[in-house]
C-alpha cells in the first residue's frame, strides 16, 4: 500500500447537532483538514456535509425518491488547500435531516471515483464522519456498504459528538437525558465500526489528539545489511531510524514584485549567481573557469574537478563487528548522530534466532558490540556501537556513532571524588541527604496522573512537541489564512514543556528550603583585572594631538582652529543627512555633532525617510526599519525638547495613512503604543496623558501649536524692550 491517503470528511450539520455540539465538530474538523495542508503534502482530502439545505452530489436523483437528498459536497478530493480551511471557517448549522448511511455512500463514491482517475496511483483511503448521532439513520442497504468498504480496503474512523465512553471492560452507560433514538444510533455506529475495522473516538480526545501540529509523516524505509561477525558467518538485518531530528522548514524566497501582481502565479523567486574577480569586477568568471581548493596554512591548494572525486574515501557497504567490550567502557556521552535499530530479515528463520542469540548473550553478559558501519557504497565509514535492547515482544540491537580522537573534546577540570578533591568541595551528609530528597520530590516518573489518580510518568517523549515547531507552524496558518493577524502567543499548553512544572515545584518547596539552608551562599567581591591590554587605538584616543595641517584649508578656518584633535575626529566624514542604509545612527549622529547645530536639519531628515521608507516598503518589508527611525525620533526629541516638533509629526502620519493605503503601518504603530509625547515625559510638551491615549484609539486631539507659542513669546520680548524704553 502506497504513503498516499485520501481522506474524506462527512460533517453532520443537521437538525439533531446542538450549537456547542457543531463547535466542537468544526474544531476537530479544522484540526484534521490542518494537518493535511500543513504536512500531507501528498494526501488527498474532500469534505461532504449532510443535514444541509442545498443538495450537490452526484448520486441524487431530483424527483425519484428523497435518497442522497440534503448532502452537499462542499469539496471534491484533491490536494488539501487554504480554500479548504476557508471553507469550513464559514460552515453554520443548516438544520435539515439528511441521512448519515447516504452521506457514507457519497464519500465512498467520491474515493472510487478519485481512484478511478489514476488507477495505477495505490493510496490508503479513509473516511471521517463527524456527527452526534441525533436524527434518524436509515439502514437500508447497510450489507451492501459493509462489503464495499471491505472490498475497497477503506478504513471508518467515528468522532462522535455527546457519545458516552466505554469503560475498562468495554460496557457502555448511557448518560441521562439521553434519547433512545441517540442510545440506538450510537449502538448501531460501534457496530458498523467493529464489521468494517474502524474506530469511534469521542470528540474532546479526537480534539485532544489533533491539537497539536504533528512533524510530515515519514515513510519508514529499511536498508538491508549483513552483520558480519566473522567472514564465515553473517547474519541477515535490516535496519531502521529510530530517532532523527526534525528540522524546522525554512522560508522560500518569494518575488514581492509577482505578489502584488494580477497573476502572481507560484511566486517563487530565482537566485542567479555570477562570480567576478576582485581586479576587475566587470568581468564575469565563467563556470569553467573556476577551481576549487584547500588552504594549507596561508596557501591555496588547488584540485581540479576530475581530483574531487579521488579525495574522497571510498568504502565498501559492510555491517563489521571488530570486536566486543563491557557497556562500562562506552559512556553515553560518546553517543553521536541518530539511533538506527538493527532487526533480523522477517523472513529467515536462521537470521532470526542467531540475531536472537547475540543479543541475549550481550545482555547477559553486559556487553555491547564495536562496529564498522558504512550505510551506503562509497559513503563515508563510521564507528559504532550496538546495544542489545529486550523488551516483551521486542528484541533488537541498538546503533549509535562513536567518535573518532578528532571529534572528542577534552577538558581537565578538578576532581569532585570525596577522595581526591579538596575538603571544601566535600559535601556532608546533611547536603547529601538534601539532594537525595530534592531528586525524589522532582521525579517525573510519578509527576503526573491519570484519570483514576494513580501516578504516572511525566514529559514522555512521544507525547511531547517540540515547541519551537508548534509556534511556527501556528504562525504559518494564521497568516496564511489572513495576511494581517498579528502572531499570537504559543498556546500555554505546549510552551510548558520546556518549563519548570509549577504545581510539581509547589509540592517540593519544604525540600527548596532545606536545600537552601544547606547550602548556603555568600557574595563574593568582584576581582579587578590587572595588567589590562591597552590596545594602540585607544592608546592614540587618549593623547590627543594638534594635527591641524592635516584638516582642508576651510576646516582650518572654523571653530576647530588651534583645538586638539583627535584621530577619530579626522577620519570622520561628518554625516550631514540622514541617509537610507542607516538612517538610525545617520541620525543619532548628526544631533551629536557639536561643530555645527544640525537638529533641525536632522529632525526634518528623520521625518522624510520615515515616510519614504513607509511608502516604498512592498507589503511590510520595510517597515521595521521605519519602527526604528520612529522610535529613534521619539527618544532624541524627548532628550532634545523637541516634542512639538515630533507630535505634529504625528498627526501628519496619522492623516497620511489611518484609512488609507498604508493603514497597515498605521495599525501596528497603535498595537506598538508608540504615541505623542505628554507632558510626563518632556517639560517642554503640554499633551496630556488622556489626550495621547484619544489620539491612538482615533479621537480628535488639539495638536500642540508651535507657531503659537513663538508669537507669545516674540509679543513678551516686545512688551518688555517697550518697558526698557
Same mark, same amino acid.
Given at each position: 500500500?502506497?504513503?498516499?491517503?485520501?481522506?474524506?470528511?462527512?460533517?453532520?450539520?443537521?437538525?439533531?447537532?446542538?450549537?456547542?455540539?457543531?463547535?466542537?465538530?468544526?474544531?476537530?474538523?479544522?484540526?484534521?483538514?490542518?494537518?493535511?495542508?500543513?504536512?500531507?503534502?501528498?494526501?488527498?482530502?474532500?469534505?461532504?456535509?449532510?443535514?444541509?439545505?442545498?443538495?450537490?452530489?452526484?448520486?441524487?436523483?431530483?424527483?425519484?425518491?428523497?435518497?442522497?437528498?440534503?448532502?452537499?459536497?462542499?469539496?471534491?478530493?484533491?490536494?488539501?488547500?487554504?480554500?479548504?480551511?476557508?471553507?469550513?471557517?464559514?460552515?453554520?448549522?443548516?438544520?435539515?435531516?439528511?441521512?448519515?448511511?447516504?452521506?457514507?455512500?457519497?464519500?465512498?463514491?467520491? $474515493?472510487?471515483?478519485?481512484?478511478?482517475?489514476?488507477?495505477?496511483?495505490?493510496?490508503?483511503?479513509?473516511?471521517?464522519?463527524?456527527?452526534?448521532?441525533?436524527?434518524?439513520?436509515?439502514?437500508?442497504?447497510?450489507?451492501?456498504?459493509?462489503?464495499?468498504?471491505?472490498?475497497?480496503?477503506?478504513?471508518?474512523?467515528?468522532? @462522535?459528538?455527546?457519545?458516552?465512553? *466505554?469503560?475498562?471492560?468495554?460496557?457502555?452507560?448511557?448518560?441521562?437525558?439521553?434519547?433512545?433514538?441517540?442510545?440506538?444510533?450510537?449502538?448501531?455506529?460501534?457496530?458498523?465500526?467493529?464489521?468494517?475495522?474502524?474506530?469511534?473516538?469521542?470528540?474532546?480526545?479526537?480534539?485532544?489528539?489533533?491539537?497539536?501540529?504533528?512533524?510530515?509523516?515519514?515513510?519508514?524505509?529499511?536498508?538491508?545489511?549483513?552483520?558480519?561477525?566473522?567472514?564465515?558467518?553473517?547474519?541477515?538485518?535490516?535496519?531502521?531510524?529510530?530517532?532523527? *531530528?526534525?528540522?524546522?522548514?525554512?522560508?522560500?524566497?518569494?518575488?514581492?514584485?509577482? !505578489?502584488?501582481? #494580477?497573476?502572481?502565479?507560484?511566486?517563487?523567486?530565482?537566485?542567479?549567481?555570477?562570480?567576478?574577480?576582485?581586479?576587475?569586477?566587470?568581468?564575469?568568471?565563467? *563556470?569553467?573557469?573556476?577551481?576549487?581548493?584547500?588552504?594549507?596554512?596561508?596557501?591555496?591548494?588547488?584540485?581540479?574537478?576530475?581530483?574531487?572525486?579521488?579525495?574522497?574515501?571510498?568504502?565498501?557497504?559492510?555491517?563489521?563487528?571488530?570486536?566486543?567490550?563491557?557497556?562500562?567502557?562506552?559512556?553515553?556521552?560518546?553517543?553521536?548522530?541518530?539511533?538506527?535499530?538493527?532487526?533480523?530479515?522477517?523472513?529467515?528463520?536462521? %537470521?532470526?534466532?542467531?540475531?536472537?542469540?547475540?543479543?541475549?548473550?550481550? %545482555?547477559?553478559?553486559?556487553?555491547?558490540?564495536?562496529?564498522?558501519?558504512?550505510?551506503?557504497?562509497?559513503?563515508?565509514?563510521?564507528? @559504532?556501537?550496538?546495544?542489545?535492547?529486550?523488551?516483551?515482544?521486542?528484541?533488537?540491537?541498538?546503533?549509535?556513532?562513536?567518535?573518532?580522537?578528532?571529534?572528542?573534546?577534552?577538558?581537565?577540570? #578538578?576532581?569532585?571524588?570525596?577522595?581526591?578533591?579538596?575538603?571544601?568541595?566535600?559535601?556532608?551528609?546533611?547536603?547529601?541527604?538534601?539532594?537525595?530528597?530534592?531528586?525524589?520530590? !522532582?521525579?517525573?516518573?510519578?509527576?503526573?496522573?491519570?484519570?483514576? @489518580?494513580?501516578?504516572?510518568?511525566?514529559?514522555?517523549?512521544?507525547?511531547?512537541?517540540?515547541?519551537?515547531?508548534?509556534?511556527?507552524?501556528?504562525?504559518?496558518?494564521?497568516?496564511?489564512?489572513?495576511?494581517?493577524?498579528?502572531?499570537?502567543?504559543?498556546?500555554?499548553?505546549?510552551?510548558?514543556?520546556?518549563?519548570?512544572?509549577?504545581?510539581?515545584?509547589?509540592?517540593?518547596?519544604?525540600?527548596?528550603?532545606?536545600?537552601?539552608?544547606?547550602?548556603?551562599?555568600?557574595?563574593?567581591?568582584?576581582?579587578?583585572?590587572?595588567?589590562?591590554?591597552?590596545?594602540?587605538?585607544?592608546?592614540? %584616543?587618549?593623547?590627543?594631538?594638534?594635527?591641524?595641517?592635516? $584638516?582642508?584649508?576651510?576646516?582650518?578656518?572654523?571653530?576647530?582652529? @588651534?583645538?586638539?584633535?583627535?584621530?577619530?575626529?579626522? !577620519?570622520?566624514?561628518?554625516?550631514?543627512?540622514?541617509?537610507?542604509?542607516?538612517?538610525? *545612527?545617520?541620525?543619532?549622529?548628526?544631533?551629536?555633532?557639536?561643530?555645527?547645530?544640525?537638529?533641525?536639519?536632522?529632525?526634518?531628515?528623520?521625518?522624510?525617510?520615515?515616510?519614504?521608507?513607509?511608502?516604498?516598503?512592498?507589503?511590510?518589508?520595510?517597515?521595521?526599519?521605519?519602527?526604528?527611525? $520612529?522610535? %529613534?525620533?521619539?527618544?532624541?526629541?524627548? $532628550?532634545?525638547?523637541?516634542?512639538?516638533?515630533?507630535?505634529?509629526?504625528?498627526?501628519?502620519?496619522?492623516?497620511?495613512?489611518?484609512?488609507?493605503?498604508?493603514?497597515?503601518?498605521?495599525?501596528?504603530?497603535?498595537?506598538?503604543?508608540?504615541?505623542?509625547?505628554?507632558?510626563?515625559?518632556?517639560?517642554?510638551?503640554?499633551?496630556?496623558?488622556?489626550?495621547?491615549?484619544?489620539?491612538?484609539?482615533?479621537?480628535?486631539?488639539?495638536?500642540?501649536?508651535?507657531?503659537?507659542?513663538?508669537?507669545?513669546?516674540?509679543?513678551?520680548?516686545?512688551?518688555?524692550?517697550?518697558?526698557?524704553?
Amino acid at each position: 500500500m502506497g504513503s498516499k491517503e485520501a481522506v474524506v470528511i462527512i460533517l453532520d450539520v443537521g437538525s439533531a447537532m446542538s450549537k456547542e455540539g457543531l463547535e466542537g465538530a468544526m474544531k476537530a474538523v479544522r484540526l484534521l483538514a490542518r494537518q493535511k495542508v500543513l504536512f500531507g503534502s501528498k494526501d488527498e482530502i474532500g469534505l461532504v456535509l449532510f443535514g444541509s439545505k442545498e443538495t450537490k452530489n452526484s448520486l441524487y436523483q431530483e424527483g425519484e425518491d428523497s435518497s442522497y437528498k440534503f448532502i452537499n459536497v462542499v469539496e471534491d478530493v484533491g490536494f488539501p488547500s487554504l480554500s479548504l480551511l476557508r471553507k469550513i471557517n464559514e460552515i453554520q448549522k443548516e438544520g435539515e435531516r439528511g441521512d448519515l448511511l447516504d452521506a457514507l455512500v457519497v464519500g465512498m463514491d467520491l $474515493l472510487v471515483k478519485r481512484q478511478q482517475e489514476e488507477p495505477k496511483k495505490k493510496c490508503q483511503k479513509r473516511i471521517f464522519v463527524v456527527t452526534s448521532a441525533g436524527d434518524v439513520i436509515n439502514v437500508e442497504g447497510l450489507e451492501m456498504i459493509v462489503e464495499k468498504f471491505t472490498n475497497m480496503e477503506a478504513k471508518l474512523n467515528v468522532i @462522535g459528538i455527546d457519545f458516552d465512553e *466505554e469503560d475498562e471492560e468495554g460496557n457502555v452507560h448511557p448518560s441521562q437525558n439521553k434519547s433512545e433514538l441517540k442510545i440506538e444510533n450510537e449502538s448501531f455506529l460501534k457496530d458498523l465500526t467493529n464489521r468494517v475495522g474502524g474506530v469511534i473516538v469521542p470528540v474532546n480526545q479526537a480534539i485532544e489528539m489533533m491539537s497539536y501540529f504533528r512533524s510530515k509523516a515519514i515513510v519508514q524505509r529499511n536498508s538491508y545489511q549483513s552483520l558480519e561477525i566473522s567472514p564465515e558467518m553473517k547474519i541477515s538485518v535490516c535496519t531502521y531510524l529510530r530517532s532523527y *531530528e526534525t528540522k524546522t522548514p525554512t522560508m522560500e524566497k518569494i518575488s514581492t514584485v509577482s !505578489l502584488e501582481s #494580477p497573476h502572481p502565479g507560484t511566486m517563487k523567486a530565482v537566485t542567479q549567481r555570477t562570480y567576478h574577480t576582485i581586479n576587475d569586477l566587470d568581468h564575469t568568471v565563467e *563556470e569553467e573557469e573556476k577551481i576549487k581548493g584547500y588552504k594549507y596554512g596561508k596557501t591555496l591548494v588547488p584540485f581540479a574537478k576530475i581530483d574531487e572525486s579521488k579525495l574522497k574515501y571510498e568504502a565498501d557497504r559492510c555491517l563489521k563487528v571488530i570486536g566486543f567490550t563491557n557497556s562500562k567502557n562506552v559512556p553515553r556521552s560518546h553517543f553521536m548522530g541518530t539511533t538506527e535499530m538493527v532487526i533480523p530479515l522477517p523472513a529467515d528463520e536462521v %537470521a532470526q534466532v542467531a540475531l536472537s542469540s547475540l543479543i541475549h548473550a550481550l %545482555a547477559e553478559t553486559e556487553s555491547v558490540a564495536i562496529v564498522r558501519y558504512v550505510k551506503r557504497a562509497n559513503s563515508i565509514p563510521h564507528l @559504532g556501537v550496538l546495544i542489545p535492547h529486550i523488551k516483551p515482544g521486542v528484541e533488537c540491537l541498538y546503533f549509535n556513532s562513536l567518535p573518532f580522537a578528532e571529534d572528542l573534546r577534552q577538558y581537565t577540570f #578538578p576532581s569532585l571524588h570525596p577522595e581526591r578533591a579538596r575538603k571544601n568541595y566535600v559535601p556532608n551528609e546533611e547536603q547529601l541527604s538534601a539532594m537525595d530528597s530534592l531528586i525524589d520530590s !522532582l521525579d517525573l516518573t510519578k509527576a503526573a496522573q491519570d484519570d483514576e @489518580g494513580n501516578f504516572m510518568e511525566a514529559l514522555k517523549p512521544k507525547h511531547t512537541y517540540n515547541p519551537v515547531h508548534q509556534h511556527l507552524y501556528q504562525a504559518i496558518e494564521e497568516r496564511a489564512l489572513n495576511p494581517e493577524s498579528p502572531i499570537t502567543p504559543l498556546d500555554p499548553v505546549i510552551e510548558k514543556y520546556l518549563n519548570p512544572d509549577e504545581g510539581l515545584f509547589n509540592k517540593a518547596e519544604p525540600v527548596l528550603k532545606k536545600l537552601k539552608t544547606s547550602f548556603p551562599l555568600q557574595k563574593s567581591e568582584q576581582i579587578k583585572a590587572k595588567n589590562e591590554r591597552v590596545f594602540w587605538q585607544n592608546s592614540l %584616543a587618549a593623547n590627543l594631538v594638534k594635527l591641524d595641517s592635516y $584638516l582642508p584649508n576651510s576646516e582650518k578656518k572654523g571653530k576647530m582652529e @588651534g583645538k586638539n584633535i583627535s584621530l577619530d575626529q579626522i !577620519l570622520s566624514k561628518g554625516v550631514a543627512e540622514v541617509g537610507s542604509i542607516k538612517p538610525v *545612527e545617520d541620525f543619532r549622529e548628526m544631533l551629536g555633532r557639536r561643530d555645527v547645530d544640525l537638529v533641525e536639519i536632522a529632525m526634518e531628515g528623520m521625518k522624510k525617510r520615515i515616510f519614504q521608507l513607509v511608502n516604498d516598503s512592498i507589503l511590510s518589508q520595510l517597515y521595521p526599519k521605519a519602527f526604528d527611525c $520612529l522610535l %529613534a525620533f521619539r527618544e532624541s526629541a524627548i $532628550l532634545e525638547d523637541e516634542s512639538d516638533y515630533f507630535n505634529r509629526f504625528m498627526h501628519e502620519l496619522r492623516n497620511s495613512f489611518e484609512n488609507k493605503k498604508r493603514n497597515d503601518f498605521w495599525k501596528l504603530v497603535v498595537e506598538r503604543q508608540i504615541s505623542l509625547i505628554t507632558s510626563e515625559e518632556s517639560q517642554d510638551s503640554d499633551v496630556s496623558p488622556e489626550d495621547s491615549f484619544k489620539f491612538l484609539s482615533g479621537q480628535e486631539v488639539k495638536e500642540s501649536s508651535l507657531s503659537e507659542r513663538l508669537d507669545l513669546s516674540t509679543d513678551s520680548v516686545d512688551n518688555l524692550l517697550d518697558m526698557v524704553e
